[in-house]
C-alpha cells in the first residue's frame, strides 16, 4: 500500500511538496510513480521512477516538479515549485512492479491529496 500527503491550497507561483510513503515496497524493485487527476479528466502520469533510474517527467511539469527517492524511508517525495492553475487537481502516488504507459495498470493506489492553485 501507499500513502500521500503534503496537498493543499497554494497561489500560482507558489510551492508544494508531496510526500508518498509505502511500508510494502522498496525501490529497487518497483516503480513508483505520482500521476493526477483534474475534474472531467482522465489520469495523467506527473512523474515515474523505474529502478535505478531517473524519473521522467509529463512535458506539462518538466523543469517545474522534482521527483526525488529515499530508499531508506520507502518515500518518493514530489517537489512542486512555479504552480499554475491548470496544476490543480488530485495527486496520487501509485506503485508496480514494472511502469506502465498508461495510469490505469497500475496495481497499488494511495488515496489521493488534493492541490488547489488559485490564480
Known amino acids: 500500500q501507499v500513502h500521500e500527503s503534503g496537498g493543499g491550497s497554494v497561489q500560482s507561483g507558489g510551492s508544494l511538496k508531496l510526500s508518498c510513503t509505502t511500508d510494502?515496497?522498496?525501490?529497487?524493485?518497483?516503480?513508483m510513480g505520482w500521476f493526477r487527476q483534474a475534474p472531467g479528466k482522465e489520469r495523467e502520469a506527473v512523474a515515474t521512477?523505474?529502478?535505478?533510474?531517473?524519473?521522467t517527467y509529463a512535458d506539462s511539469v518538466q523543469g517545474r516538479f522534482t521527483a526525488s527517492k529515499n530508499n531508506a524511508n520507502t518515500s518518493l517525495d514530489l517537489q512542486m515549485n512555479s504552480l499554475k492553475p491548470e496544476d490543480t487537481a488530485m495527486y496520487y502516488c501509485?506503485?508496480?512492479?514494472?511502469?506502465?504507459?498508461?495510469?490505469?495498470?497500475?496495481?497499488?493506489w494511495g488515496q489521493g491529496t488534493q492541490v488547489t492553485v488559485s490564480p
Open positions: 501509485a506503485a508496480d512492479f514494472r511502469c506502465w504507459s498508461v495510469p490505469s495498470r497500475y496495481r497499488d
Open positions: 510494502q515496497y522498496t525501490f529497487d524493485y518497483y516503480c
Open positions: 521512477v523505474a529502478p535505478h533510474e531517473s524519473p
